[in-house]
């Protein structure tokens, strides 16, 4: 067992982390539910899948249990789910003593943990990520939200787990695609801070996607303390640390509006795709050497990541594109933050990146 400790003072929380540890969850989960009580929220995918393992492991650890059971996929960040599930936990007689497990992807994770963040204002929650972007980024850090008709997120909260349980077997259900998808949050590590981590990506990258249990175990935790260095540096992102965690995430926050936040699209590809822009920007902007942003396209493409967003259907123009990220929460006085790079492992925040510099980068990119 790995355990990555998560030092926020009174929202202090462990990510535990082991292959196999999902028969364990009902150990793990007792001292944190007051009433011997859970409310498991999940999608339908994952409860065929994965809901009678933990529903075994709760039983045999003598709790009780109700799921909420939702549709898989981006759609279900919306306000409908978020009004059915908070009445029915109020329903279900759920107070803020009793623990709301989220257990899914990082779609059910956001969406719990902004229902735990409202519900009797505030109770507590723990993420059982079940996707590897949701076991390396999602789960961790407290950010919760759904999607609003303006954009994506737009509507959440701060609000921290009070546990994390990863269990990487649950991976070897995933599709491939669902896979890379997360890898995409996996190497940003490397590029934003850690040029060795970076290194250890290229060389393994090819054995995670392939289901590798050791290698996937490692990026998870190599992972997790990446970001709990960041969230605890900065838990509220608000002095230019965490920040940096959104590489790649303003093109690629563009990128989905434009497949209208569907799985057309998925996250993690939009972020691979962004990520791309950002190095390519930094090079065109003399910031960045153009070899780091070449080796970044080569493992990439490696990674069987498709860089071109006309290969998803995306046929936007730079000025559509601008549009969507005027939407973003990051905007300021009509200026807008860009993550880019002084090469791989050296990322940084600019705030002098003019919106018209970035739409004419845009035209010769896409
Ligand atoms: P997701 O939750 O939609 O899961 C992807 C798909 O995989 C779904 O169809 C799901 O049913 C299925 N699935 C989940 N676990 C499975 C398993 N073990 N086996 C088989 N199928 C499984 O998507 P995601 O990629 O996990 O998360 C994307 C979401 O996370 C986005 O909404 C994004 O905005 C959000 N996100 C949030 C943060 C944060 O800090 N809060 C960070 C990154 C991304
Ligand atoms: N995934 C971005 C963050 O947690 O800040």
Not at 187 to 199: H, N, Q, S
Not at 231 to 237: L, Q, T
Request: glycine share 10%.
């Amino acid at each position: 067992m790995v355990i990555v400790d998560v030092p926020l003072g009174a929202r202090a929380y462990p990510i535990h982390i082991r292959a196999g540890l999902m028969a364990d969850a009902g150990v793990l989960l007792a001292p944190l539910a007051g009433r011997g009580r859970i409310a498991v929220i999940t999608d339908e995918t994952v409860a065929a899948l994965h809901l009678p393992a933990l529903a075994a492991a709760l039983t045999a650890a003598g709790m009780t249990f109700e799921s909420i059971v939702l549709p898989p996929g981006e759609a279900t960040k919306n306000w409908q789910s978020l009004e059915l599930v908070v009445e029915r936990l109020l329903t279900l007689g759920v107070e803020r003593g009793d623990a709301v497990v989220a257990l899914g992807g990082g779609v059910i994770g956001d969406l719990t943990g902004f229902a735990a963040s409202i519900l009797r204002r505030g109770c507590r929650f723990v993420q059982i990520p079940t996707t590897l972007l949701s076991q390396v980024d999602s789960s961790v850090g407290g950010k919760t939200a759904i999607n609003a008709a303006a954009g994506k997120n737009l509507v959440g909260a701060f609000h921290q787990p009070v546990a994390v349980l990863i269990d990487p077997q649950v991976l070897a259900t995933l599709p491939v695609r669902e896979l890379r998808a997360g890898y995409a949050e996996v190497v940003k590590y490397g590029l934003l801070g850690d040029p060795a981590f970076f290194d250890w990506c290229e060389a393994n990258g090819p054995a995670i996607l392939a289901g590798d249990a050791e290698a996937q175990g490692m990026a998870i935790a190599a992972s997790c303390r990446a970001k709990t260095a960041i969230v605890v540096a900065d838990e509220r992102e608000t002095n230019d640390v965490r920040a940096l965690l959104n590489l790649g995430h303003t093109f690629g926050h563009a990128f989905e509006a434009e497949a209208g936040f569907s799985d057309r699209l998925l996250h993690g590809e939009a972020v691979a795709i962004g990520m791309m822009a950002a190095h390519d920007l930094s090079a065109a902007l003399g910031l960045c050497p153009a070899a780091d942003a070449a080796r970044l396209r080569a493992h990439l493409t490696a990674m069987g990541f498709a860089l071109d967003p006309a290969a998803f259907g995306i046929g936007a123009s730079p000025a559509q594109l601008i549009h969507h990220m005027r939407q973003d929460k990051k905007m300021r006085a009509g200026s807008l933050p860009f993550i880019l790079m002084r090469g791989i492992g050296r990322a940084f925040v600019a705030h002098d990146v003019p919106l018209a510099r970035v739409e004419a980068f845009l035209q010769g990119w896409l």
